[in-house]
Nanobody, 121 residues
Framework: QVQLVESGGGLVQPGGSLRLSCTASGSIFSISAMGWYRQAPGKQRELVALITGGGSTNYKDPVKGRFTISRDNAKNTVYLQMNSLKPEDTAVYYC???????????????WGQGTLVTVSS
C-alpha cells in the first residue's frame, strides 16, 4: 500500500507565496513521475506541473515563471513553490505520484487528498 499526504495549503493575499508538500510512504520500490494538479470550482482537474524521475519539469502556461516544482527523492517528497499568486490560482491542489511497489514491482499511481489554496484579499 502507498499513501500520499499533502500539506501547505491555505489563504494568501494576491502576490503572496505558498509552498505545497506531498510525501509518499508505504511499500515503494521506486517513484517515477510526480505532479501537481488543481481543480477550481465548476472546472475539471488540470495539470499544473510535472517532474520526471530524471528531474525534467513541465508547467502549465499560466504558472510558468511563478511556480516551481521540485522533488527530494530521499524523502519521496514533491514540492510546489507558488509565488506571485493570483485569485485565479484558487483551487484544490492534488499531488499525483507514479512508481512501482516494493512487494511485486507492480505499477501504481496515487492521488493525494487535496489541499485548498485560496488567493484573496
Amino acid at each position: 500500500q502507498v499513501q500520499l499526504v499533502e500539506s501547505g495549503g491555505g489563504l494568501v493575499q494576491p502576490g503572496g507565496s505558498l509552498r505545497l508538500s506531498c510525501t509518499a510512504s508505504g511499500s515503494i520500490f521506486s517513484i517515477s513521475a510526480m505532479g501537481w494538479y488543481r481543480q477550481a470550482p465548476g472546472k475539471q482537474r488540470e495539470l499544473v506541473a510535472l517532474i520526471t524521475g530524471g528531474g525534467s519539469t513541465n508547467y502549465k502556461d499560466p504558472v510558468k515563471g511563478r511556480f516551481t516544482i521540485s522533488r527530494d527523492n530521499a524523502k519521496n517528497t514533491v514540492y510546489l513553490q507558488m509565488n506571485s499568486l493570483k485569485p485565479e490560482d484558487t483551487a484544490v491542489y492534488y499531488c499525483n505520484v507514479a512508481g512501482r511497489g516494493s512487494a511485486d514491482l507492480r505499477y501504481f499511481e496515487k492521488w493525494g487528498q487535496g489541499t485548498l489554496v485560496t488567493v484573496s484579499s
